[in-house]
């Protein structure tokens, strides 16, 4: 399957900018997406990206992609308390299924 | 309404009981999905049923059986599970399967503890 890969603790002050990154192997991918998940909670789709693209922005979330590389990122700015979560990039393979990576956990300090 | 449901919240078993997981959605989504995941670990793909036909087994041990009884509802019935199955399992739905782009929208989960 893809391998889909992302470092796993992130710190950061409420109000700093939180920066997450993702690399993946599948250039075929034709999205890409960021998945929250909160203690105890689901999986929330925050936003998605289309392989054409080289940036969505959408309120507070920039996502960056470059395809080059095979590199995706997502920005948060003002980060806030409710933002401490675990972030997981995901992408479909060719069968659609959702190859997930293996998380970012951001903690926010008040 | 975009939520996916699912009962109960928390299911401590044993090893011999026979038991039930439930998940619903109300969005005329014609696929839903059995995930397990793990602490600290992603979600790992179980099931997909795609209108109402079980379309992938992600060669799951038939200790876990799924049925999906009509398009709003997906079961996840455990028999003989071992302690290694304690996971979180989550739900998910989507419109279709068979697109290149289709938001799943996730339950918020069945934490399974096996004793």
């Known amino acids: 399957g893809e391998d889909v890969e992302q470092s796993l603790f992130l710190s950061v002050r409420e109000g700093d900018s939180s920066v997450i990154n993702c690399t993946y192997t599948?250039?075929?991918?034709?999205?890409l997406y960021w998945y929250k998940q909160e203690p105890g909670a689901g999986l929330q789709l925050l936003t998605y990206?289309?392989?054409?693209?080289d940036m969505k922005q959408d309120q507070r979330l920039t996502v960056l992609l470059n395809k080059k590389d095979k590199h995706l990122s997502l920005r948060i700015a003002d980060t806030q308390t409710g933002d401490s979560a675990i972030y997981f990039c995901?992408?479909?393979?060719?069968?659609?299924?959702?190859?997930f990576g293996k998380g970012n956990q951001v903690v926010v300090i008040p | 309404d975009t939520e996916v449901t699912q009962t109960p919240k928390h299911l401590v078993m044993g090893m011999t009981n026979k038991k039930s997981l439930k998940c619903e959605q109300h969005?005329?989504?014609?696929?839903m999905y059995w995930y397990k995941q793990k602490a600290k670990k992603p979600p790992e793909l179980m099931f997909v049923?795609?209108?109402?036909?079980?379309?992938i087994n992600e060669s799951v041990p038939s200790r876990f059986s799924p049925e999906c009884p009509n398009s709003s509802l997906l079961n996840l019935h455990l028999h003989a599970l071992q302690p290694e199955d304690s996971a979180l399992y989550l739900c998910?739905?989507?419109?279709?399967?068979?697109?290149?782009?289709?938001?799943?929208?996730f339950g918020p989960g069945t934490r399974l503890t096996v004793t």
């Open positions: 998910a739905s989507s419109q279709d399967s068979s697109l290149p782009n289709y938001e799943q929208y």
């Open positions: 599948d250039s075929s991918s034709t999205y």
């Open positions: 049923y795609s209108y109402e036909k079980l379309s």
């Open positions: 990206i289309f392989s054409n693209m």
């Open positions: 995901a992408e479909t393979d060719g069968n659609n299924r959702l190859a």
């Open positions: 969005m005329g989504h014609r696929a």
